[in-house]
């Protein structure tokens, strides 16, 4: 463990708080990532080596294995708020170092030997990338063209992945191959391709693709022209190569939502900065009702794409067998939540949302830039829309309804947890999400608060929504009416995620708290229809006021007041 981790327990903080102290202020040019120096990287199209390096001595890849594998994981959400800490200075190293975790995740729902030989990879400080997508093939994974010919106790690999991260710069790559000729998804395999174990006249890296956002990160490719590998780098079984990518998305997706979450941090903190120092007509822009409403609406995207991301890392651990819907939910809902706050915070700042020079402008475009790629990781949108459809049967299934209160247990701050049994992971949920159905009562839960009734009309909404998907044919391709209505049913897993997460925290309840929710509430009453955007402009410049309340006091505007400590 990192002595910088040791320190932290011995003084009583958490893993998280210790690393977010390590990083340091992003304004301070000393600091390890500075933001000064992560724009200029970046318009270079440069890779922040040296940010990876000081990220790799304190050893935040020990996060990305599990306890029993000799790792520190065990609760995701700790990792997850620590690439959310790394995104919020830039989001580039975060998508750099990160990838790691994605790389490793499906050794460890595999399990067997080949997790205990990717353990040792990821916590020696060695890059892992995911070799999953092929030039002209998409999203569509039954189309991959690569081969693993098996040859005894070796396997023979020939074909091409891209655009993959860190294909050039990673020493390993976990690599989908088909291992057969006959078809169906039982064709595919899972490879672990170590470039030091295999000759290295066989591989050939692809030049960087240059994009228009995370412009320094290793977005490239490899050829396998005739690589020979141990049969025992196989990660699960011949022909499991599917379902364990597929299982294996159902972890990496909520994760990746972090770095939306950084990038949501960083611009708001940018828009209340000049909120609370620009001045016109001799009077502060933070004075005038309706700057503090546009600002308080931004703050109110950001914590709904916050709480959404806490339910994704607490329903791994409490609903693991419902993740196949949770972690499409959340992958749709907090990417597209985040460009929309960027958006209306685009409109805020104004021209220097787009220039350089200016403080924190650099940083703006930047984030603004980088939150885009994050809607294509692991399945884009219209993937993770899709996902939601085709549990539609799910969703409207009859089944007794959950209790508000298990849920808010379930998501306390002080509730321990283990790293998960791979095991319970499903293709399709058999009841859709304890969340949905819970949102009535979570609703309840709030009592007479005026939160409660926005919470209860989301959750009448919720249940339309819901004999809406009980109706909807199956579809080889889904209509647009079944996205929208897919997009309607997310938001509403979103609204019962806050009620939760507020409900759960240590300030459940205060003058705080309602603030938060509240605004949070109405923001996605306006997004469903259910409320014009001005009947929700009190709300919203209370959160505004709020966010600069907690700017002046050196804290951030969270949902999650006090976890870091703990963790």
């Not at 190293?93 to 050794?107: D, E, N, Q, R, W």
């Not at 992945?161 to 078809?183: C, E, F, H, Y």
């Not at 959750?459 to 647009?480: D, G, M, N, Q």
Request: charged content about 25%.
């Amino acid at each position: 463990m990192s002595t910088a981790v040791r320190l932290s327990e011995r003084l009583g903080s958490g893993a998280v708080a210790s690393f977010d102290r390590y990083l340091g202020d992003p304004r301070d040019a000393a600091s390890v990532i500075a933001t000064e120096r992560s724009v200029e990287l970046d318009e270079a199209s440069e890779f922040p080596a040296a940010a990876i390096e000081a990220v790799d001595a304190w050893g935040l890849q020990r996060w990305y294995v599990p306890e029993r594998h000799g790792g520190e994981l065990r609760d995701v959400l700790v990792p997850m708020m620590m690439i959310r800490r790394l995104a919020s200075r830039d989001l580039t190293v975060a998508v750099a170092h990160g990838k790691t975790f994605l790389g490793a995740v499906g050794a460890w729902i595999a399990d067997g030997s080949v997790a205990t030989t990717m353990a040792g990879l990821v916590l020696g400080g060695h890059p892992v990338s995911w070799g999953l997508t092929e030039r002209g093939r998409g999203s569509d994974l039954s189309r991959t063209a690569t081969a693993a010919t098996i040859r005894g106790d070796r396997l023979e690999l020939h074909g091409e992945k891209w655009p993959i991260n860190n294909a050039t710069r990673g020493r390993a790559m976990t690599v989908l191959a088909r291992t057969s000729d006959q078809p169906g998804p039982r064709s595919l395999s899972l490879v672990l391709v170590d470039k030091q174990r295999v000759d290295a006249r066989s591989l050939t890296t692809l030049p960087k693709v240059p994009t228009h956002g995370i412009r320094g990160a290793d977005i490239s490719g490899l050829a396998i022209r005739g690589g020979v590998i141990d049969a025992d780098r196989l990660v699960g079984a011949p022909g499991a190569g599917l379902e364990v990518v597929l299982k294996s998305l159902q972890l990496t997706r909520p994760l990746t939502t972090a770095l939306s979450l950084g990038a949501a941090d960083q611009v708001i903190a940018i828009a209340v900065d000049f909120a609370a120092s620009r001045r016109l007509f001799g009077r502060g822009l933070a004075d005038l009702p309706a700057a503090r409403s546009t600002l308080g609406t931004a703050a109110a995207d950001g914590l709904l794409a916050e709480s959404v991301m806490v339910a994704g890392a607490r329903e791994v651990h409490h609903a693991t067998d419902e993740m196949s819907l949770v972690s499409a939910i959340v992958k749709f809902l907090v990417p597209d939540t985040v460009d929309l706050l960027v958006r209306d915070l685009t409109a805020f700042l104004g021209a220097r949302s787009q220039l350089l020079g200016i403080a924190g402008a650099g940083a703006f475009q930047k984030a603004a830039r980088d939150n885009r790629v994050v809607g294509i990781f692991d399945g884009n949108s219209i993937v993770n829309l899709n996902m939601i459809v085709n549990e539609f049967p799910s969703i409207a299934r009859e089944t007794a309804p959950v209790d508000g209160g298990t849920v808010v247990e379930a998501f306390r701050f002080d509730d321990t947890r283990e790293w998960i049994d791979p095991t319970r992971l499903r293709l399709v949920s058999r009841r859709g999400s304890r969340l949905l159905r819970g949102l009535p009562s979570l609703a309840e839960l709030l009592g007479a608060r005026p939160s409660a009734e926005p919470a209860r009309r989301v959750a009448a909404e919720l249940r339309r929504l819901v004999e809406l998907a009980r109706s909807v044919p199956r579809e080889a391709t889904p209509s647009a009416a079944s996205f929208d209505l897919a997009e309607r049913i997310a938001l509403c897993f979103g609204a019962a995620s806050a009620v939760a997460v507020e409900l759960a925290g240590p300030e459940g309840g205060s003058a705080a708290s309602e603030v938060r929710l509240l605004a949070t509430l109405e923001r996605i009453e306006v997004r469903l229809g259910l409320r014009s955007a001005s009947s929700a402009a009190a709300s919203a410049a209370a959160l505004g006021d709020l966010a600069l309340a907690t700017s002046r006091d050196g804290r951030r505007l969270t949902m999650l007041e006090g976890w870091e400590a703990r963790r």
